[in-house]
């Protein structure tokens, strides 16, 4: 089975703060996802890469970059963390024109 | 652009009732169709998929078919339990997102005894 690890279940930062989400899969998929999941909302996508040291901005990029030095580790990054970055944020990764599989999420929480 | 739009929930049902969330899509391209489940304190998993017009994707006692006509992939059970519980994503992929999925809102089902 598909593994995908997200490295905090619960994280509480304050404003201003440069904040790390990481994420590690097993399967050596290629392609990996950042969405972030808010009441009302549904997921949106951040960014995504589909090899090591490439990245596509997704819908939402502001405020946010990412870093895949390897092809199991995808980081999602907060620059200066804000109370408007409070959310659920999940992992995902694939193999290329495959099904998406998930992390259990993060839930960050910005004061 | 690709989008995504899903009954508002929540829905709620008795036990063994029959269960239909409605989902319609718009893409530019020819997109895969995917329903997502989500238990309470999880992360995503996916349920069923459909790559082509006309297919039917299965589990679980949930169905789903891909209707390029309508632009449309209902999920549907004939009989709900308690254990499914849980929010439904509705989504598509396609090439020209690089196949980023591109989620419905969610539909959150609650099954009573």
């Known amino acids: 089975d598909v593994k995908v690890t997200q490295s905090s279940r619960y994280l509480v930062k304050r404003t201003g703060e440069k904040v790390f989400l990481e994420c590690v899969q097993d399967?050596?998929?290629?392609?990996m996802f950042w969405y972030r999941q808010d009441p009302g909302l549904g997921l949106r996508l951040i960014y995504f890469?589909?090899?090591?040291?490439?990245?596509e901005k997704g819908d939402i990029p502001e405020g946010y970059s990412v870093s895949r030095e390897k092809k199991e580790r995808f980081s999602l990054i907060l620059e200066s963390a804000s109370t408007n970055q409070t959310s659920m944020y999940l992992c995902?990764?694939?193999?290329?024109?495959?099904?998406?599989?998930f992390g259990d999420g993060t839930r960050l929480s910005i004061l | 652009g690709n989008s995504v739009t899903q009954m508002e929930g929540p829905v709620t049902l008795s036990e063994e009732a029959f269960l239909t969330i409605n989902c319609t899509y718009t893409?530019?391209?020819?997109?895969?169709l995917f329903w997502y489940v989500q238990y309470p304190g999880e992360g995503l998993q996916l349920l069923l998929k459909?790559?082509?017009?006309?297919d039917k994707g299965s589990n679980k006692g949930f169905e789903a078919t891909y209707r390029k006509e309508t632009t449309s992939f209902h999920l549907e059970k004939g009989s709900v339990q308690v254990s499914d519980s849980a929010v439904y994503f509705c989504?598509?992929?396609?090439?020209?997102?690089?196949?980023?999925?591109?989620f419905g809102k969610g539909t959150s089902l609650l099954v009573t005894p």
């Open positions: 995902a990764s694939s193999l290329y024109g495959q099904p998406q599989h």
């Open positions: 399967m050596d998929h290629e392609n």
């Open positions: 890469s589909y090899d090591v040291k490439m990245k």
């Open positions: 893409a530019t391209g020819y997109p895969s």
């Open positions: 459909a790559t082509k017009a006309d």
């Open positions: 989504a598509l992929s396609d090439l020209y997102s690089g196949y980023a999925l591109n």
